[in-house]
């Protein structure tokens, strides 16, 4: 029933697409098909469902997002606030008016990246966070708050001072606290967090860190910061993203009794925000060309990773596909996924609505996992 995804997948490794992933497609909440596909590492054991992978940039939706909406519904953050409300230091240099709205649509005139991990990495790991402060406040704007869209790392650093400034706790405490524990997400978590015997797919060969990293965050920001941010930092499987990534599909859509965030505040972050293309931490379809691939319909949510992770949700045909893969083992230079996301997602749409594509009975929440 599902071997057309597992010979995708097959082929994903015998090609050079990745070494090792986990594709993961659920229907009205329930697993439809669940696929692994080669090894960690070069050599190493084959990847299992429990195979944890680093998520990098899925952790601007799974966490900076879903902590953002926590913060609306409780009316500690307004959307269309200016940034500086929150964080007085921001302002000067027009970045007055930079709004949480402008942080999360990437839309606010920041950079899309900074190696500031090359001054953070000089500085006793206690003094981070202030010199972090310091880099992001010297940090001209590129454009006009509003002005354009331009994908933004910067804005979710600057997006994490807001959420701990105003929660008063750090984001790895409040992520355990508000989304990790209600949910029962045992395999998501940051990476100081993922437990020494757990498998864990390896990453790049890092020629500043002088090995090929395993069980810590790739990106090299948020390394310097410990491994926690809203930008990048989290680990899990793709069964864990799958749960989460459906309680917000079908809490929009739906409503689930007990759910830790506010119905109309994830409707209102699933949303394209201002005509810009995109939601609020979330990616949306793009058209032609998209990674989405051609059958995810109008109002549909993904992100994509740079280690080579994604999902795209389909709140009208209740589709969640979660692909986590480790893509740059050993190099980043390996760009093939960029082929292989969309077709693997119309492989996998196609059979759902063709109807070939079976639940088995197995529910999201239920004792499968």
Known sequence: MCDALSQKM??????????????????????????????LRNGGPEVAPDTFFDLASLTKPLSGATLAM????????????????????????????????HLLDHSS?????????????????????????GLLQGSPLEAAAGAGVCYSDIGFMVLKEVVEAVAGADV???????????????DLMYAPDVPVHRAV????SCPWRGKTLCGEVHDDNAWTLGGVALHAGLFGTARE???????????HRDGVAGSPFSRKVVTAFF????????????????????ASGRYFTAGSVGHLGFTGTSFWADPRQG????????????????????????????IAMKMVREGTLGTGGRRCFGPAF
């Not at 206690?126 to 402060?133: D, F, I, Q």
């Not at 749960?243 to 917000?248: A, D, E, G, I, K």
């Not at 596909?321 to 997602?345: G, K, Y």
């Open 109 to 133: 005139g920041l950079p899309a990246w900074r190696p500031f991990y090359e001054t953070l990495v000089s500085m006793p790991v206690a003094e981070r966070g202030e010199g972090l402060r």
């Open 172 to 186: 790895r405490r409040l992520f355990d606290a508000k989304v990790r524990a209600p949910l029962g997400l045992n």
């Open 241 to 251: 993203v799958g749960r989460l990534v459906w309680h917000l599909v079908a809490h």
């Open 319 to 346: 589709v969640v596909v979660v692909l986590l893969t480790n893509r740059v083992h050993p190099s980043r230079e390996n760009t093939a996924i960029r082929v292989f996301r969309p077709e693997v997602h119309d």
């Open 10 to 39: 097959a082929d994903g490794v015998a090609s050079g697409v990745f070494p090792g992933g986990q594709l993961l497609v659920m229907v009205d909440g329930e697993v439809a098909a669940e696929h692994c596909a080669g090894r």
């Open 70 to 101: 926590g913060l609306v519904a409780d009316g500690l953050l307004e959307i269309d606030a200016p940034v500086c409300r929150y964080l007085p230091w921001f302002a000067g240099g027009g970045r007055e008016a930079v709004t949480l709205r």
């Open 201 to 204: 797919a390896a990453t790049e």
């Open 271 to 290: 949303a394209e925000s201002r005509g810009r293309g995109r939601g609020l931490g979330f990616d949306l379809p793009s058209g032609k060309g998209s």
